[in-house]
């Protein structure tokens, strides 16, 4: 069996601050919005720190699984709502595992990426959890749903999860359009209090089928994602 592991989510922002007026509360502020361009369209996913350098996204957000092209002009606004952020962050570069570049179903268990941003992060970020098989029955999904409040507000959707196929299964009964959310934390143990062994990523949104409304499938992070996150706190070397 493969061994788990984990790294610890950090909080930057006092008491003081938080009570100042941040756009969100605490674990939503390690999140945004990601934007790039794809042959010269436009396109947003959502993202979120898990290092102070390095953001974790969908790989479809980065690369496209046919050609292998990557995309232009990825930004992340972090905080990001309803056109307002507190920071914006180039990018230095983009990885995924190179399973995400085939034709087949099998691609969705390669559905993430990380990216090296410019700065560190001001607020902190989440923690992550690979090969966690067994130690979550349930998860809070996070992202930008484009059919909820036109993609402009973050959204919180909790519900149960299992395997199906490899990937995991999220059940958060929102029928409304989730593209925009791609890429967006699948969080175990979501705490906005002060526990410290709380806010693990253990999946990020990857896709959703026909004919199942508020069902979204997303990639078991395991010790493939954990050698992409190396790679990218290396600045991808």
Do not use: M
């Not at 100042?20 to 396109?43: H, I, M, Q, T």
């Not at 349930?138 to 990937?167: C, L, M, S, W």
């Amino acid at each position: 069996p493969s061994t788990p592991g984990s790294s610890p989510a950090k909080d930057l922002v006092s008491d003081r601050e938080r009570a100042s007026g941040n756009v969100y509360d605490k674990p939503l502020y390690w999140a945004g919005k990601l934007f790039f361009r794809n042959k010269g369209e436009s396109y947003v996913c959502s993202a979120q720190f898990i290092s102070p350098t390095v953001l974790l996204t969908a790989a479809h957000c980065v690369r496209d699984s046919e050609t292998g092209e990557w995309y232009d002009d990825v930004i992340f606004a972090l905080q990001y709502k309803n056109g307002e952020y507190s920071q914006v962050y180039d990018y230095v570069c983009t990885a995924t595992n190179k399973g995400w570049v085939q034709d087949g179903f099998e691609k969705y268990l390669y559905d993430f990426a990380v990216i090296k941003v410019d700065k560190p992060s001001k607020t902190g970020y989440f923690g992550t959890h690979w090969n966690w098989d067994g130690q979550y029955s349930d998860a809070v999904k996070i992202g930008y749903p484009g059919g909820v409040e036109n993609g402009e507000v973050i959204q919180v959707e909790k519900g149960p999860i299992q395997f199906v196929e490899g990937v995991v299964q999220l059940t958060h009964g929102n029928p409304a359009d989730q593209g925009g959310s791609s890429g967006g934390a699948w969080i175990g143990a979501f705490s906005d209090g002060n526990n410290t062994d709380a806010n693990y990523i253990i999946s990020v949104e990857s896709f959703g089928v026909d004919g199942q409304p508020g069902i979204d499938y997303g990639p078991y992070l395991n010790e493939e994602f954990k050698s992409l996150f190396d790679y990218g706190e290396n600045g991808c070397q």
